[in-house]
């Protein structure tokens, strides 16, 4: 009996230590490769070259390069990636679904008929913009766009939950009336580009690629402000999503609020995700991927779960921007498209991998 014990507390000190070095490799590696995507571009810029510009001690050229491009960019990877990904850790916790993502309420598809209606219909397209391709560099907003997507992301979510009512927040509800709501959306977003002219709708169609080249300082203290506040509120809540975790019965018990959590959780989730989608398009696959692993690798304790599910979001995104900016022979892909295109298989490999994915 013993010797059971103290096997069981040395195979505890394994699975610490095997944590603690997950931890530390996640982090060395976040850090490193946000010097690479500084460093990969199309200006042939050196490492020297880099680390002198980020000095302000390099040509003018490349200062402006590193401070005014690279830079914003980098930031809004880390910021984003992290946003996006403890987004999707929260709402698989609140709607106990491990396929739930910062997509599920429908805020990616209002965010997305937002801007459509901003750039066809507001800054141009089928009312002012006509068929010249000057008049639409010069109507068009991106700030504008960025803000009026952001409010429809926002009343998406509160429909939802506002619909939800009705049945007492459960979390089937809730999914059931996103996928419902966002289909709305994305009927609304075909019907806009059916009338708009050709400029108006090229126009849509590239806000709609995630592209964090479009990122200013600006925006990214804003993203930075909203997701830095939101994960620090949910460390705080942390024991309560653990709670969750044993079901809304065993929550209850232990004196948590599950509808209240519930809501204000998802509402906060929700305004990560309308944050960072109106400033950098739709970004797919991080709040599902960087969840799923970092629960497999450390477990289900919010505690460390949350800030490293935001440290590895960061990390996907640095890995996607930098192929996005290295694989296209000086032109830089749309981000989205290469986390799809890492996320999916991935996903796809770590569900089959599974021995119970038959309950998944």
Not at 33 to 56: E, H, I, Q, R, T
Not at 245 to 269: E, F, H, P, Q, W
């Amino acid at each position: 009996m013993q010797n059971a014990s103290v096997k069981t507390v040395d195979e505890q000190k394994k699975i610490r230590t095997r944590k603690e070095i997950i931890i530390v490799a996640v982090f060395l590696f976040t850090v490193f490769m946000f010097f690479v995507c500084l460093f990969v571009g199309s200006s042939n810029m050196s490492v020297k070259d880099g680390f002198d510009a980020l000095a302000n001690k390099s040509t003018n050229a490349n200062n402006r390069i590193m401070w005014n491009i690279r830079f914003p960019r980098v930031l809004a990877a880390v910021v984003a990636g992290a946003g996006l990904a403890v987004a999707g850790l929260i709402m698989q916790t609140c709607l106990g679904n491990v396929m739930a993502s910062p997509s599920t309420l429908g805020v990616s598809n209002a965010a997305v008929f937002g801007a459509n209606l901003s750039i066809i219909g507001f800054a141009g397209g089928f009312l002012t913009m006509g068929k010249n391709m000057a008049d639409a560099v010069n109507s068009f907003n991106p700030f504008a766009v960025s803000m009026v997507a952001f409010v429809f992301s926002v009343a998406s979510t509160l429909l939802v939950l506002g619909l939800c009512r009705l049945r007492n927040f459960s979390p089937n509800t809730i999914v059931l009336a996103g996928i419902a709501i966002g289909a709305i959306w994305t009927a609304g977003t075909t019907i806009l580009q059916f009338f708009a002219t050709d400029v108006g709708l090229s126009a849509a169609v590239i806000w709609s690629f995630g592209d964090l080249g479009r990122a200013t300082y600006t925006q990214d203290y804003f993203m930075l402000g909203i997701v830095g506040a939101a994960i620090i509120t949910f460390l705080c809540l942390s024991w309560r999503f653990n709670a969750m975790l044993g079901g809304d019965n065993m929550a209850k018990s232990v004196g948590v609020n599950v509808t209240a959590l519930r809501v204000s959780a998802l509402l906060i989730s929700s305004l990560i995700t309308a944050v960072c989608v109106s400033f950098l398009g739709i970004i797919g696959f991080v709040g599902i991927i960087c969840p799923h692993v970092v629960k497999r690798l450390l477990g289900h304790n919010h505690v460390v779960s949350i800030p490293m599910t935001a440290l590895t979001g960061s990390l996907l995104l640095l890995v996607a921007d930098t192929l996005s900016r290295s694989i296209a022979g000086g032109t830089a892909l749309p981000v989205g498209a290469i986390t799809s295109l890492l996320g999916a298989p991935f996903f796809l490999i770590m569900l089959f991998a599974r021995r119970d994915s038959k309950n998944v």
